[in-house]
């Protein structure tokens, strides 16, 4: 009886021995995923934090004028061969990274042993006539409200805390200047040894590059104009020193065409076999699905115009 005892109590011990063992690993297990998920998602510390505001525009580089921080875009040639860099100025609507030519070029152009710059500019913003006529149906219904003899009373307290406010308020520092915005980015090329610098800008940034080439002391190698509508005089146009490459699509919006015409008169006028214009068939004013052909394109006459005579 005791034998047969003994032999219960040790198949009851070797039955529940496992548990504790398998169990264990189980717990060691959750544990350990616990605190690899805790890690995964802890956003408390600085360096975290740091890592997810970076920016995802590739090449984004923050460019500094006057006391305030400009976005920007540089990314260094990788050809292995430094050319020179491009100042790509954007078309007006458009940002250092939005989906046009100019994001396109920024990334190609390195690979052919140009760096490039991207620089967000100031354009004017038009006005809204929408927004125009509700002002003014709010002013009236206001100034209706008035006459009707609503008043409104303010309290002597609630109105020494407005007087506080308003005498708080910072004063509206003045906007940030293209030019100023391009004389940094000029800069900070130069900072890097860059020896040859070229304008290349897209509809209304060309006809901004062709204004600041009269504006800046820094000498620029040469400009490209991309789908740029005739400019607003002759007389910007006219002393150009640099070689100019015009091109546009044979699609481009309204006006393109004609003021590559007439700068191309202007041009025979002078005699300057400078300038060179081209007209790409099959393309819109971004160039949409034919990008690396215009990479091309540009590569080609920038290797005529500097690189074939670098070599000699």
Not at 101 to 127: C, K, M, N, V, Y
Not at 155 to 166: L, V
Not at 201 to 214: C, I, R, S, T
Not at 265 to 283: E, S
Request: with cysteine.
């Amino acid at each position: 009886m005791k034998r047969f005892q003994a032999i219960c109590l040790g198949l009851l011990f070797a039955a529940w021995l496992p548990l504790p063992a398998i169990a264990a690993p189980e717990d060691v297990s959750a544990a350990t995923d616990e605190e690899t998920t805790s890690e995964d998602v802890d956003t408390s510390s600085p360096e975290t934090i740091m890592l997810r505001h970076v920016s995802s525009v590739d090449g984004f580089q923050s460019i500094t004028v006057v006391d305030k921080e400009i976005d920007a875009t540089y990314i260094e040639e990788t050809y292995g061969i430094q050319h020179g860099a491009i100042v790509l100025l954007h078309e007006q609507g458009d940002n250092i990274d939005s989906q046009s030519i100019i994001t396109s070029l920024r990334h190609q152009l390195p690979e052919f042993g140009w760096s490039t710059l991207t620089l967000a500019l100031d354009f004017p913003i038009e006005s809204n006539i929408f927004l125009s006529v509700a002002h003014e149906k709010n002013a009236s219904d206001a100034a209706g409200d008035e006459e009707q003899g609503s008043e409104t009373t303010v309290e002597p307290d609630q109105a020494a805390a407005s007087e506080s406010e308003n005498d708080a308020e910072p004063e509206s520092l003045p906007p940030i200047s293209n030019l100023q915005r391009m004389e940094a980015a000029l800069e900070f090329l130069k900072a890097k040894g860059t020896k040859r610098i070229v304008f290349l800008g897209h509809g209304a940034g060309g006809a901004l590059a062709v204004e600041l080439l009269g504006e800046i002391t820094t000498p620029i190698s040469a400009l490209i104009l991309l789908g740029t509508p005739a400019l607003p005089t002759d007389d910007i146009f006219n002393p150009m020193r640099q070689p100019i490459f015009d091109v546009y699509g044979d699609n481009d919006i309204d006006g393109v065409a004609a003021g590559v015409k007439h700068r191309k008169t202007l041009m025979k006028r002078a005699k300057d076999n400078r300038y060179q214009a081209r007209k790409v068939f099959g393309a819109d004013h971004d160039f949409h699905g034919i990008q690396p052909i215009l990479a091309s394109i540009i590569r080609g006459w920038l290797n005529t115009t500097f690189v074939e005579k670098d070599k000699k």
